[in-house]
């Protein structure tokens, strides 16, 4: 609740639409959210990452109706 008051109480609103206010509270939280898992070591590698790409793919079926052409 502090980060969102931190986070309105330095918006412009007479420069900011309603929609901008929501966008940039949603951007921070997820930066603090980012931030936390970094932190709290909550990470992992790029071959990690690619390792659970790959398996998730394999469960994936191509339908032969659409073409990359």
Avoid: P
């Amino acid at each position: 609740m502090d980060f969102m008051k931190k986070t309105l109480n330095q918006v412009d609103v007479h420069e900011n639409t309603l929609y901008n206010i929501i966008y940039d509270l949603f951007f921070f939280a997820k930066l603090q959210e980012s931030e936390d898992n970094i932190k709290n070591g909550k990470v992992c590698t790029l071959e990690e990452l690619k390792q659970h790409i790959v398996s998730k793919m394999e469960n994936v079926e191509f339908s032969s109706n659409y073409s990359c052409s």
